[in-house]
T-cell receptor, first 116, second 115 residues
């Protein structure tokens, strides 16, 4: 059973470009979380999605950031018009669901975004 | 607002020592608590998950305890090895009206085990 997959592992963008980060959850998992780890800071929750639905986006910056989890295909975190402050490691986690309470979250290897 | 604190921020021990990492959280209303390991430049590996109704979990040389009423958890590592060197992260899933399962992380304890 493959784990959570993220690609690309490393992404370099110039200021003003768009960044697209992809996450494929573990087989059988329908819940996806995105977290961001800024340099010298802890991991911060960004957004929680189920298939075709954004459930909680309380951690997402109000502008330039968006996320989706379509019926088919991976979850996508999209950052428009990137700035240097967006440079960070972005982690995706998946879990099997909320029946009886939140399940264990399994993390992917992360995408390290560098904005030049 | 839930906040998670880990002490110490860094720890260096000789190989073979038993050690304890501490985690505290401000709101006892949680679904569960997870301990993770993160190697430099890598993702997170889940070590132990403790549900709010449980007191402890064990896996090999690792034992995690949970005292929800006092807002504390400890991760005990027995007979430490150089391969245990990593950053250890504690995270709680708050129990509240949103119930989304999102994790609130501590800043981590960076452990170095010297041969």
């Amino acid at each position: 059973n493959a784990g959570v997959m993220q690609n690309p592992r490393h992404l370099v963008r110039r200021r003003g470009q768009e960044a697209r980060l992809r996450c494929s959850p573990m087989k059988g998992h329908s819940h996806v979380y995105w977290y961001r780890q800024l340099p010298e800071e802890g991991l911060k929750f960004m957004v929680y999605l189920q298939k075709e639905n954004i459930i909680d986006e309380s951690g997402m910056p109000k502008e330039r950031f968006s996320a989706e989890f379509p019926k088919e295909g991976p979850s996508i975190l999209r950052i428009q018009q990137v700035v240097r402050g967006d440079s960070a490691a972005y982690f995706c986690a998946s879990s099997p669901g909320l029946a009886g309470g939140p399940g264990e979250q399994y993390f992917g290897p992360g995408t390290r975004l560098t904005v030049t | 607002k839930q906040e998670v604190t880990q002490i110490p921020a860094a720890l260096s021990v000789p190989e073979g020592e038993n050690l304890v990492l501490n985690c505290s959280f401000t709101d006892s209303a949680i679904y569960n608590l997870q301990w993770f390991r993160q190697d430099p430049g890598k993702g997170l590996t889940s070590l132990l998950l403790i549900q709010s109704s449980q007191r402890e979990q064990t896996s090999g040389r690792l034992n995690a305890s949970l005292d929800k009423s006092s807002g504390r958890s400890t991760l005990y590592i027995a007979a430490s090895q150089p391969g245990d060197s990593a950053t250890y992260l504690c995270a709680v899933a708050p129990h509240g009206s949103s119930n989304t399962g999102k994790l609130i992380f501590g800043q981590g304890t960076t452990l170095q085990v010297k041969p």
